[in-house]
């Protein structure tokens, strides 16, 4: 297992991680807490996360030790998540496109990789946030827990060395850019169901197709047929 690091308070993970490392002598490793006061979602949004319910977590891996184009590491990173969940909840857990996690309808968990500079070398900082005690989500329509979801409990630390153990062991296994994709589109939620989209502040109904290896998303919309998205370019509505 790769060196794992607990903060009782952290801004954010993945804005720290690093300095971690380097603190340590190290070029591999995770940073975690229970405790984020100012975590980053995508594009710009906070991931917010009530203290001592749930976990986030950063692990920096150097970006020469990845194989796999960038938009499918994305993929391939929500994939071990996802199978993590499902392994360990035996729920139904999909990976909502991008790359948000969704156990029985609700989203659980969020992701947001980066790359950014450590001196001469180039890392991919993953950071993930989990729901996994918290049971309020006023004004979260959309958001639910582990615990929410399946009903099951976890002590967070042994959840934590549990997830790490799991996922610094996947993140450098060698997949094929097929078997990723392949494994994403089947696991896509809402995939081959009618659902509803906001598009250019117009609803209508739509049927996601698939997700491609460029990363854009193919839906058969009512009125235009089909076309592909990229993100922030429409909103499910669920």
């Known amino acids: 297992m790769s060196p794992f690091f607990y903060q009782s308070k952290s801004l954010s993970t993945n804005d720290e991680v690093l300095d971690v490392l380097l603190q340590n002598n190290l070029d591999f490793g995770a940073l975690y807490t229970f405790n984020q006061t100012k975590g980053k979602g995508q594009y710009g949004n906070s991931w917010k996360s009530d203290e001592n319910l749930n976990i986030a977590y950063s692990i920096a891996v150097k970006a020469?030790?990845?194989?796999?184009?960038?938009?499918?590491?994305?993929?391939?990173?929500a994939n071990i998540l996802r199978n993590f969940l499902d392994n360990l909840t035996q729920n139904k857990t999909e990976v909502k496109w991008p790359n948000d996690i969704i156990i029985n309808g609700k989203k659980v968990c969020g992701m947001l990789t980066e790359k950014k500079n450590n001196g001469k070398e180039k890392y991919f900082i993953i950071g993930i946030g989990i729901n996994v005690l918290q049971e309020n989500f006023e004004n979260l329509p959309k958001a639910g827990s582990i615990l929410t979801q399946t009903g099951l409990?976890?002590?967070?630390?042994?959840?934590?060395?549990?997830?790490?153990?799991?996922?610094?062991?996947?993140?450098?296994?060698k997949k094929s850019n097929e078997e990723i994709l392949d494994e994403y589109n089947k696991n896509l939620f809402k995939k081959d169901k009618i659902s509803v989209f906001e598009i250019d502040g117009l609803i209508q109904n739509g049927i996601i197709k698939s997700c491609d290896e460029q990363g854009f998303l193919w839906i058969d919309l009512e009125n235009s047929r089909l076309q592909k998205f990229y993100h922030k370019e429409l909103e499910m509505l669920y």
């Open 64 to 77: 020469h030790e990845i194989k796999i184009p960038e938009t499918l590491f994305n993929f391939y990173t």
């Open 153 to 173: 409990q976890f002590d967070l630390n042994e959840f934590a060395e549990q997830f790490h153990f799991y996922f610094s062991e996947k993140i450098l296994e």
